[in-house]
């Protein structure tokens, strides 16, 4: 009898060695190493060249001769959803949503399904960490009962596919891909062998039978998507449900998607009858300003995608009981604040060496764009001088190293929502284009230029 092959495969990275390593030479990372039954290579026959030749059919084509129906995408019903992705689920694309425990993942498909399955598509609805009436309790609290959606407890992928084969439906979801497991690996659910065939396999079904899956995916406590990072590669679209969980706001990202803009987003609200869609967030974040101005706080003006976003960002500077001060940033990239407290300290003069910094952005997004350093920076320097900011004023900019403003992308996008929502007022970075000028000019928003951040420190203040 043959002994049987085993091989150790880092559950982090997809990192293969033939013994146990306490440390993964590839990702760095400690404890990672499971071990996994090494599979026989199965020889797969195909059809000789002389035979294809005979049918007279190679399987390609010229792209010219490539028809494009107009029902190649199908609408959600959900019109945040469908900005998400770029129009609509793709006939045969293969969709990753990832998101935290609890954030809402199985409820927008449910009722994204719902939409999808009443306007005559066929769907399957892979439970593989719930049953069946687990589901079905969901869909009564969110009246998404269909006639055309079918709800499998179903974990293994083979069996899968044979019900795909006996139903033939139009949509596939899977709940989770981490839950569901191939009988040709050895390896339990959920482990990188497993979650790298069982997406190979569905990608591959996806493509054949023209159908489309979405899949849910796990995430990390790092917030990394759980599994290979192979695997977000080999799907079309990677969709990430963001937000805490313990506020009502839901963010859906575009991290990836072959048939649309990328970083594109969509906002959600969460109650007790699932998610509601929120069309105009800049209006909702900035709803619940107070009357009185409040030292610390500045409006700023970013791009998500094609939407641009008004939000408030606030600052808090205080003295600090510590050898070492502290700084938080919530909503910002933490080096991102430190280089900006850096050029506050140097090339404006202000001492934040014994002064504990906190940042925040109001409802819980994330700014990743460097549009907002100039309006982080003034939040900043309001706090610690214990002036306000024009309440009418919205703050764009880019800050470098050596203290100058710099352009930013979508200029006209941004002034355009600051007017639509009833701003006076905006400090933008010098322009240097003709043609944007000219455009920002037709504007009915008040136009401040300023080439640096002490320029644009006495034009931000009210008196």
């Given at each position: 009898m043959a002994k049987t092959k085993t091989k150790w495969v880092c559950q982090n990275c997809g990192y293969e060695t033939v013994?146990?390593?306490?440390?993964?030479?590839?990702?760095?990372?400690?404890?990672?190493?499971?071990?996994?039954?090494?599979?026989?290579?199965?020889?797969?026959?195909?059809?000789?060249?002389?035979?294809?030749?005979?049918?007279?059919?190679?399987?390609?084509?010229?792209?010219?001769?490539?028809?494009?129906?107009?029902?190649?995408?199908v609408k959600t019903g959900i019109e945040e959803?469908?900005?998400?992705?770029?129009?609509?689920?793709?006939?045969?694309?293969?969709?990753?949503?990832?998101?935290?425990?609890?954030?809402?993942?199985?409820?927008l498909v449910l009722q994204a399904g719902k939409n999808i399955s009443d306007s005559g598509h066929k769907i399957l609805y892979i439970c593989a960490e719930e049953s069946p009436s687990q589901v079905k309790l969901r869909a009564e609290r969110l009246n998404a009962n269909s006639e055309n959606l079918y709800v499998t407890a179903q974990n293994c992928l083979e069996e899968v596919l044979a019900q795909i084969d006996d139903l033939k439906p139009d949509f596939l979801i899977?709940?989770?891909?981490?839950s569901v497991f191939s009988a040709q690996i050895t390896s339990s659910s959920g482990t990188v062998s497993q979650i790298r065939e069982c997406t190979n396999l569905l990608m591959r079904t996806a493509k054949l039978k023209k159908l489309t899956t979405i899949v849910i995916g796990h995430v990390t406590k790092e917030g990394n998507i759980a599994g290979p990072k192979v695997l977000e590669h080999m799907v079309d679209c990677v969709v990430n449900f963001e937000g805490d969980k313990f506020r009502q706001y839901r963010m859906l990202r575009s991290i990836k998607n072959r048939f649309g803009a990328t970083s594109e987003v969509g906002v959600f609200s969460m109650d007790d009858?699932?998610?509601?869609?929120?069309?105009?967030?800049?209006?909702?974040?900035l709803s619940e300003i107070g009357e009185e101005n409040c030292p610390g706080c500045t409006i700023?003006?970013?791009?998500?995608?094609?939407?641009?976003?008004?939000?408030?960002?606030?600052?808090?500077?205080?003295?600090?009981?510590?050898?070492?001060?502290?700084?938080?940033?919530?909503?910002?990239?933490?080096?991102?604040?430190?280089?900006?407290?850096?050029?506050?300290?140097?090339?404006?003069?202000?001492?934040?060496?014994k002064q504990d910094v906190y940042t925040n952005v109001i409802g819980g997004v994330d700014?990743?764009?460097?549009?907002?350093?100039l309006g982080i920076a003034m939040a900043v320097l309001a706090c610690t001088r214990d002036i306000c900011c024009k309440k009418d004023m919205?703050?764009?900019?880019?800050?470098?190293?050596?203290?100058?403003?710099?352009?930013?992308?979508?200029?006209?996008?941004?002034?355009?929502?600051?007017?639509?929502?009833?701003?006076?007022?905006?400090?933008?970075?010098?322009?240097?284009?003709?043609?944007v000028s000219q455009r920002v000019k037709n504007l009915k928003i008040k136009t401040i230029q300023v080439s640096r951040v002490v320029d644009a420190i006495s034009k931000s203040f009210v008196g």
């Open positions: 013994s146990y390593l306490g440390r993964c030479p590839d990702c760095g990372q400690f404890s990672t190493f499971t071990e996994e039954v090494t599979q026989a290579k199965v020889e797969i026959k195909t059809s000789s060249p002389s035979n294809a030749l005979v049918a007279g059919n190679l399987g390609y084509s010229k792209i010219d001769d490539i028809k494009l129906d107009e029902t190649i995408r959803f469908d900005r998400v992705l770029g129009g609509g689920f793709v006939e045969g694309s293969l969709v990753l949503l990832a998101g935290d425990p609890g954030i809402g993942k199985s409820t899977v709940d989770s891909i981490q009858c699932g998610l509601t869609e929120i069309k105009n967030p800049s209006e909702l974040f700023i003006a970013t791009v998500e995608g094609t939407r641009c976003l008004l939000l408030e960002v606030q600052a808090l500077v205080g003295n600090t009981p510590y050898p070492s001060p502290r700084r938080v940033a919530r909503g910002i990239e933490y080096n991102r604040l430190l280089q900006i407290l850096a050029v506050l300290e140097k090339r404006v003069g202000l001492n934040l060496s700014i990743i764009e460097p549009a907002a350093d919205v703050i764009i900019g880019e800050i470098g190293l050596s203290g100058e403003i710099r352009q930013v992308d979508n200029l006209e996008k941004r002034l355009k929502e600051a007017q639509k929502l009833g701003f006076k007022e905006a400090i933008i970075p010098k322009i240097t284009s003709d043609i």
